[in-house]
């Protein structure tokens, strides 16, 4: 069950003793500091992180003796990579950087890398590019690898390549109870089973060793349109009949006018759709022509690109800012659902989300691995994600507008989601995210190897 924070003064003096017992040992930043702030800050700006110290070590070994301790002191830990992600203040823990893990190892014969938590996949897609090689990434390059992995991960290619953790081949992990561990199918096979789809709950990664598959360039980009009801029709009607070598997504945007956004987007409501193609390049645009002829595109990226402009599909923002965002699964999305979508976020709507995004899932993301996994919603083929800027004078009316969404789009939702897209924390969001098959074996897992519950991450699994 979920436990509340500790404020109280024996809360302070655990962690002012965890402080003294790392002292010379591990590097550790109370309150104030740069480096506090520093290790701290998250992508969100609507989720301030307030630990009450913050660890950096620079080894696994120091990994281990930071849960170690923390456990001896009875201050619970979590952990950040790159500050993507984040869901909880974080009040009287302990949250353990991962930053100084950015090692990075390629294995061109053997087709693998090993891929240090502090890394974001843009390094990793770089070091892989000159082989010839790719990792099975996310739809935005400067998000942390490790813990997009822990998640499952659907990316721009997840129809043709399937879901990203399906590529891990092991994990360097310490688990709660302070013992630094590597789980494979064959050591630790319910670690390796939890810590694809887990999210973290079951110890904190330090490194991967992942598979690269061999695809130096791909057919991709997105489309634009300021033909917003055609273009929804169409591609609800198009994305399904696609063959698995393509993944597609759409993106209803209401993009303000700030430099770096083109002018024929900004300050209206356009539709993007982005395509990618593993295939021949000749045969990627005759699946897509039925959509450019629809959409009459404002803007076209789409052609021949290396695998290291993969970013530019989604052409995600980076860096913080404050944003709400929500996310659900769909059953369908025929034509009643789609002018119930169009009626919720289409330009004659009242919605203020910046991004509506659809994402056609399926094709080989919906396949069991070999190796079974936690990865949920797996038969799902329809995600919905919606983005708006919460400044303090817009944050009510964004989540209330997210909610309104959902609530439209009720009558064609299914149960679950996917970790990576869901935000929230705690027993209300294990529950929406997870069946309670998975949610039972994950709680075993984490009492068997976080006995004393740790692990912030595996509390809404740690049940008693």
């Known amino acids: 069950m979920d436990r509340p924070p500790r404020t109280d003064a024996r809360a302070d003096a655990a962690v002012a003793a965890l402080a003294a017992a790392l002292a010379g040992r591990v590097p550790a930043h109370a309150p104030g500091t740069a480096e506090h702030a520093a290790l701290s ?15 950096a070590p620079r080894s696994p070994q120091e990994v281990a003796d930071v849960v170690r301790l923390a456990g001896e002191h ?24 991962t930053a100084e893990f950015d090692h990075l190892t390629v294995l061109p014969a053997r087709g693998t890398a090993h891929v240090g ?5 843009s390094r990793v897609v770089a070091a892989a590019a000159p082989y010839g090689l790719t990792p099975v990434c996310g739809s935005a390059p400067s998000v942390g690898a490790v813990g997009y992995l822990t998640g499952g991960g659907h990316g721009p290619l997840a129809r043709t390549l399937g879901v990203s953790s399906d590529r891990v081949r092991a994990f360097d992990v310490v688990t709660g109870d302070g013992v630094l561990r590597r789980a494979t199918p064959t050591d630790e096979p319910d670690l390796f089973w939890g810590l694809r789809g887990g999210r ?60 770096g956004v083109p002018e024929a987007l900004a300050g209206r409501t356009t539709v993007t759709v982005r395509f990618a193609w593993t295939g021949d390049a000749d045969e990627g645009a005759a699946v897509l022509a039925p959509l450019r002829r629809v959409a009459a595109p404002l803007l076209d ?12 599909i989604h052409a995600d923002p980076d860096g913080a800012m404050p944003v709400h965002d929500s996310h659900l699964l769909l059953e369908d999305l025929g034509p009643e659902a789609v002018e119930r979508l169009l009626e919720l976020v289409g330009p004659a709507s009242s919605c203020v989300q910046n991004v509506v995004e659809v994402r056609h899932l399926g094709g080989a993301a919906s396949r069991q691995p070999a190796v079974p996994d936690a990865v949920p919603s797996r038969a799902a083929t329809w ?12 944050a009510r009316a964004v989540a209330d507008d997210a909610r309104r ?60």
Not at 43 to 54: F, G, I, K, W
Not at 421 to 447: D, I, N
Request: glycine residues 12%; neutral net charge.
């Open 41 to 55: 800050t998250t992508t969100n700006l609507t989720v301030p992180q307030r630990p009450a110290l913050v660890a």
């Open 74 to 97: 009875g201050v619970p830990v979590a952990v950040q990579g790159t500050g993507h992600g984040a869901s909880a203040p974080l009040d009287g823990a302990l949250l353990v950087s």
């Open 117 to 121: 938590a502090g890394l974001r996949w």
């Open 200 to 259: 973290g709950a079951l110890g904190v990664v330090v490194a991967v060793d992942l598979d690269l598959v061999d695809q130096p360039t791909l057919y991709g980009g997105s489309l634009w349109s300021a033909d917003v009801e055609g273009t929804v029709q169409a591609w609800a009607w198009w994305a399904p009949t696609l063959p698995p070598q393509a993944t597609t997504s759409l993106g209803v945007m209401r993009l303000p006018a700030l430099p």
């Open 301 to 312: 990226t789409v052609d021949v690109m290396p695998s290291t402009a993969i970013g530019s």
């Open 383 to 394: 995600s919905v994600f919606t983005v708006g800027v919460a400044t303090p004078a817009a």
């Open 405 to 464: 969404i959902a609530d439209g789009l009720g009558p064609w939702t299914r149960p679950g989601g996917l970790p990576n897209f869901t935000s929230g924390h705690g027993s209300a969001w294990a529950e929406r995210v997870y069946p309670a098959v998975t949610r039972a074996r994950l709680a075993e897992v984490s009492r068997r190897y976080d006995p004393g519950g740790v692990l912030l991450a595996g509390r809404p699994f740690h049940t008693r």
